[in-house]
């Protein structure tokens, strides 16, 4: 382990097992991670339509930003010359870059996959390019992330087992490598799990993983094209091996409200999606009990906020009828306001999950919680996956 990361399970699980669930703190190099927690996406070291100050008003206290993107435009190397990706992009609070291994396997007939690595074309300009474990490790220690992740090979959930064997087989082997090429005293390292949504492949990386000095645990080769139910099995295998482990769970890629609930439900810490900014600026607006499309013509002279009792930008200046003029005008602001709101309806619902495990009130809440979350329709469901 680095050092560069310290975890603190604060409120453990109850003892009569009503829930996994549980509190802690993540201190990072720029700062505290009260978990469960939510990490907004700034992919192009930006979260789309917001400034550090809308970042810090919504909540977020850690941001996640893609290394393949970064590594591609403006690059890592200019970066660093730059003073690296805090000073960058003026987000003095802790960041968690992701290895660019999803990126770079979701190119599909763009990119090869060797034992050594990755070879891919940038989707850009289509120049070639190649990603290893030891590269992966290097543009994030230039980046100067809190959090790297190590390098892996994920697969689609539904993928066929001897696919997901040979792929999670492979992530392991990558990640002593990442382990190995890692050298930043200031940055922590997370490792991967794979295995799919079978039952002993995902136990037996979980455990190997588990087995490494890593400072963090992702779950990865989720949030994909699984059902709910089969999300929650795979959780149900992983984590009960983690159980007595002192290490944070993340489980990546993972955004709808009641998908965030369900899973710290059962163990989970960290999350990170760009679902609640994306549906934001298709003018999906997360309410209490489910959700407000703001194009729809009948709130173009409704004068109430979005929602009435949301501390957020949007709520507290404007009416329903302005931004649904905004989003009909495709004015920019739209997106500023629209982003806000979910961010802020996301982390203030992570809020409310954190104060009711602290109290010792999430098993009887649970069920409320779960309303106030609605649920995700088909169209969120099918972007999700886009
Ligand atoms: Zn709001």
Redesign the pocket.
Known sequence: MTGAAQFKVVTPPPADGSTRARAGRLTLTHGVVETPQFMPVGTNATVKALDPDDLRTVGASIILANTYHLYLRPGHERIARLGGLHRFMAWDRPILTDSGGFQVVSLGDLRVIDEAGATFRSHLDGSLHRFTPEHAIAVQEALGSDVAVAFDQPVTPSSLRAVVADATERTHRWAERSLNAHSRPDQALFGIVQGGLEPDLRAESTRYIASLPFDGICLGGLAGDETPAQREATLDVAIPLLEADPRPRYLMGLGSPVDLLEAVHRGVDLFDSVLPARVARNGQ?W?PGGRLNVRNQRFLDDPA???ED???????RFSRAYIAHLFRAKELLAYR?AT???L??TLDFMTRIRSAIRTGTFPAIVSELRLRAGRMSASEAAEKSA
């Open positions: 607006l309410v906020p979005v929602q949301c501390p957020c930008l949007l709520c507290t306001l806000c709101h979910n802020t309806f």
